[in-house]
């Protein structure tokens, strides 16, 4: 069974022929929202809307483990990352779709690992290649089959939000070798692979990343809105390919 994780813009997936709803606990408290069980052209699909489903929870206050153990015991088998990010890379204009290969983490202070507490003993996870190469292969095929242009790689900034951005972060993001930023890709990557849970991302950008646009200094709140209603348009395509590939 998949699980998708949706972000800002896609609290709700309206393909998704809903089955039930289930209040998931776990040993680390509530995830997001409900799980929603359903089928995707035919496949198991669960989703969460990782904001909650009015959109209330801010990306460091997110339950992360909450969500990616919920996800886990619902038999999740690969979980596909929903979320909208700022462009720094002068080709990732907004609406652009990104499938990103790499991660750099800028995020604090958020619970990131499973394995931690009296009885836990350490563990190291491999994550030299943060997001499972099939996985990405089939987001890229899903979106080649429903027609829509999505770039293949992309080096992901993760901050702690929930401010956006400064211009010389994004400068410092820049020379780090970021051509994204977003708020909540981490600890939720790492915590799949603590899981062994296959995962992905589709990145959809909302807005040039602070002081990468050409014509205006600060960022336009109202400009975000519509890029992601459209462009969820687009995913939503994208993940209804998704259980075909
Ligand atoms: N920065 C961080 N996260 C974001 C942005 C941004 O510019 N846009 C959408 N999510």
Known sequence: MLAIIGGSGLTQLSTLEIVRREVARTPY????????????????VVF????????????????????????KQARASAVISVASVGGIRADF??????????????TWGRKSTFFEGADEVVHHIDFTEPY???????????AKAAGHAVFDG??????????LETAAEVLRMERDGADLVGMTGMPE???????DLPYAAINVVANHAAGKASSARS???????????????????????????
């Open 48 to 71: 969460l809307a990782r904001h909650g489903y009015g959109h209330t929870i801010a990306p460091h206050q997110v339950n992360y483990r909450a969500n990616l153990w919920a996800l």
């Open 189 to 195: 990557a790492a915590l799949a692979r603590e899981l």
């Open 93 to 106: 204009a907004p609406g652009t779709l990104v499938v990103p290969d790499q991660i750099i983490d800028y």
């Open 154 to 163: 992309g080096v992901y900034a993760a901050t702690q939000g929930p401010r």
């Open 29 to 44: 408290g509530e995830p997001s929202g409900a799980l929603t069980f359903g089928e995707l052209c035919g496949t198991p």
């Open 219 to 245: 960022i336009r709140f109202d400009s975000i809105e519509e890029v992601l209603q459209e462009a969820m348009i687009r995913v939503r395509g994208v993940l209804e390919q998704l259980c075909r590939q």
């Open 132 to 142: 499972d190469q099939a996985l990405r292969e089939r987001l890229l095929a899903a």
